[in-house]
């Protein structure tokens, strides 16, 4: 038996340009506004009703995301940032998911955007009363990463270690 090392044949169309994202962000724009309503202390609560008619009432931003059936790329994206956040942090998937949909409309943003929003994200009830200084640092310790290429301009969070140390600053340092 031979296996052929040419490439497979994958029927289907490919899209890009403005099109494209603009479409992408409308999707995420839909996947912000079904969860802010549910936001803050007088936020809605919803109800979900399954595939079998099981129902589930939530205000869960969390909880609201986990049961749709989300199939646009950019839209799967926000909901894997609101599982990350979750998984993370315990708190604030609503406004994670409400604050990159947001950025996605956005040009270009200064570090005072960048540390308001990043203080946004941390004034949940866990670090609420330090996250100026907190949202100060990551904004220092994202863009002290940062590399620019001719068009592009990356963030590698991912190749980038996050030390927390008790009683200490955060160190940032790339492998």
Known sequence: MAISSSTPD??????????????????CQAIANIVKSSL???????MLVDDIGDVTITNDGATILNMLEVENPAAKVLVELAELQDKEVGDGTTSVVIIAAELLK??????DSLINCARTCMSSKLIGGDSDFFAS????????????????????????????????????AIY
């Open 10 to 27: 994958i029927s289907g169309d490919r899209q890009s340009g403005q099109d494209v994202r603009t479409q992408n962000v409308m999707a």
């Open 40 to 46: 803050g202390p007088v936020g809605l609560d919803k």
């Open 106 to 111: 956005v040009e270009k943003l200064g570090k």
């Open 137 to 172: 640092v990551i904004v220092d310790a994202v863009q002290s990463v940062k590399m620019t290429n001719a068009r592009k301009v990356r963030c590698p969070i991912k190749e980038s270690i996050f030390l927390k140390l008790m009683g200490k600053v955060p160190e940032i």
